[in-house]
Structure formats: structure tokens, C-alpha cells
T-cell receptor
Framework: KAGVTQTPRYLIKTRGQQVTLSCSPI?????VSWYQQTPGQGLQFLFE???????NKGNFPGRFSGRQFSNSRSEMNVSTLELGDSALYLC??????????FGPGTRLTVL | GDSVTQMEGPVTLSEEAFLTINCTYTATGYPSLFWYVQYPGEGLQLLLK?????DKGSNKGFEATYRKETTSFHLEKGSVQVSDSAVYFC???????????????FGGGTRVLVKP
């Protein structure tokens, strides 16, 4: 089985722009979660989607949003980028068991 | 809310030394517990997991036992190699079942450096 894939792997944006990140889960997995990793805050949960519905949300401003498509692929969007949004964004998929499998991440740099 | 506390690093060891990384948690209910490892420039890889009290997870020489009485899940390896140099994260989740809410709560990570 192919693993979780994320595109793009690297992004450079400037303040005020918006960005969309994509995640393709492991085939058959319906749950996709997103996490932000920064040196200062560590790994923080953004949100989780299951069968195209947001099921859980972390403590992030409304500038962070996401969606899931019928094929379970997910996108997250960050609008009006700030310097503090620079981070590694990780996507994870989960099937019936409780194990989340992570993709390689998208490294976002905001200048 | 749920929380995970793990020892701060960096932990520097010589090859073939014994490694222990402490992890304690606070959670309601009966969480599942995980150790993930992150190599430089990569995402997280599942190292091992345990889903109920007294379960022992093991993989690649690493072991951890789910201790409900002490709310701990310490990671151990008897003889480390240079290739074990990485950042290790302890985490907990709500529990099994695809329909259950799904969120991992992570500890702050412990950087391990193994010298030859």
C-alpha cells in the first residue's frame, strides 16, 4: 500500500498571501488529520476530517481551514499568512485501528 | 484536557548504551499510547503502540509498557546504534474505532544523539 502523500513538500510565501496544502491518505482510510509542527510550540492538532466532515478542531484561528473530498483526499488552507505560520504541516491518515500514519510534511516558510 | 509530558533532551549516548525516555500522561478514559520517531527532514514514523493497561509495545529493539497505575509509557532500548539518532515523541489518542474522534496529543519530543 502506498503511504500518505503530501504536496507540495516545500513552499515559500509572503505575508498576507494564502496557501493550500494537499494530502492523500492511505487507500481505504477515511480519517485525515492535520498537525502543525514548530520549534516553539511542538506538534499541535489543527483539525480532523472523516467522511468529508470536520469532526474535531484544535485551537487555531479561523484563518486555518480545511476540507475533505469524497475520495478522502484533504486540503488545508491558510489565509492572510503571518510570519508565525512558518512550520512543518503534517497530515496523518487513520483506518479502523487507532493508529495514525503520517506523511512527510509540507515545509511552509512565510517571508 | 489530555496532556503528555516527556523528558527534555537532548540525550547524548554512546553506541551500545541503554536508552530510557520517560513519558507520563494525563487523560480521561482509556487512551491508546504511542511512540513516534522523526528523523531529520522527515515526517513521523510510528515506532510502537499499546492500547490497554499492561500492554507492551515493541519494535526494532524498542519497548514500552502501558502503566495505568503510574500513567506512564517509558521508552527503552537495550543497546542503541548511531542510526537511532532522532527525535522521539510520546503521544496519546482517544482510543480505537474508526468512528471515534481522532486526535493525537503529543509530548514535546526528546532529541537523542548516539555517538560512535
Amino acid at each position: 500500500k502506498a503511504g500518505v502523500t503530501q504536496t507540495p513538500r516545500y513552499l515559500i510565501k509572503t505575508r498576507g498571501q494564502q496557501v493550500t496544502l494537499s494530502c492523500s491518505p492511505i487507500s481505504g482510510h477515511r480519517s485525515v488529520s492535520w498537525y502543525q509542527q514548530t520549534p516553539g510550540q511542538g506538534l499541535q492538532f489543527l483539525f480532523e476530517y472523516f467522511s468529508e466532515t470536520q469532526r474535531n478542531k484544535g485551537n487555531f484561528p479561523g484563518r486555518f481551514s480545511g476540507r475533505q473530498f469524497s475520495n478522502s483526499r484533504s486540503e488545508m488552507n491558510v489565509s492572510t499568512l503571518e510570519l508565525g505560520d512558518s512550520a512543518l504541516y503534517l497530515c496523518a491518515s487513520r483506518g479502523w485501528a487507532d493508529t495514525q500514519y503520517f506523511g512527510p510534511g509540507t515545509r511552509l516558510t512565510v517571508l | 484536557g489530555d496532556s503528555v509530558t516527556q523528558m527534555e533532551g537532548p540525550v547524548t549516548l554512546s553506541e551500545e548504551a541503554f536508552l530510557t525516555i520517560n513519558c507520563t500522561y494525563t487523560a480521561t478514559g482509556y487512551p491508546s499510547l504511542f511512540w513516534y520517531v522523526q528523523y531529520p527532514g522527515e515526517g513521523l514514523q510510528l515506532l510502537l503502540k499499546a492500547t490497554k493497561a499492561d500492554d507492551k509495545g515493541s519494535n526494532k529493539g524498542f519497548e514500552a509498557t502501558y502503566r495505568k497505575e503510574t500513567t506512564s509509557f517509558h521508552l527503552e532500548k537495550g543497546s542503541v546504534q548511531v542510526s537511532d539518532s532522532a527525535v522521539y515523541f510520546c503521544a496519546l489518542s482517544d482510543g480505537p474505532g474508526e468512528a471515534a474522534g481522532n486526535k493525537l496529543t503529543f509530548g514535546g519530543g526528546t532529541r537523542v544523539l548516539v555517538k560512535p
